[in-house]
């Protein structure tokens, strides 16, 4: 189903299955756009120099991310005409606001992790 703007008859309401923001919600904090906010918020980056600080994430899962972040307004790409072909990725104005809301959701983790750990081994050995 196609949802635009102009067809949103109520206000967003990510717990309602049929709104669009709940998609929105899943493109920011899919573990992978998640990651490529809070290195895009670092800096501008190219495609391999993005893929190497996102250790871990394959190539066609990067470019999907990247693609799904610049259709939502999330991610500028420029390319420029120069041989071999050179792309760089920046932050919008909105994906700066992104980024600095799921990078501290994923600061705090980091300082709670060992707390978290913990709690597992309490719980494993019950």
């Known amino acids: 189903m196609k949802v635009s703007v102009d067809t ?4 967003p309401d990510v717990n309602d299955r049929m709104c669009p923001s709940r998609g929105v919600l899943e493109h920011v904090t899919s573990r992978w756009g998640v990651l490529v906010l809070i290195a895009l918020a670092e800096r501008e980056y190219r495609f391999s120099e993005l893929r190497r600080r ?23 790409r420029e390319a420029h005409p120069v041989i071999p072909p050179r792309v760089d990725y920046r932050l ?13 959701l994923a600061h705090w983790v980091e300082r709670q992790t060992p707390g978290v750990l913990a709690n597992r081994q309490a719980y494993d050995a019950r």
């Open 92 to 104: 919008t104005p909105l994906g700066h606001e992104a980024a600095e809301l799921v990078g501290g």
């Open 8 to 11: 949103l008859q109520h206000a």
């Open 54 to 76: 996102v250790a871990g994430v394959s190539e066609k899962m990067l470019a999907q991310t990247l693609q799904t972040l610049e259709r939502d307004g999330f991610v500028e």
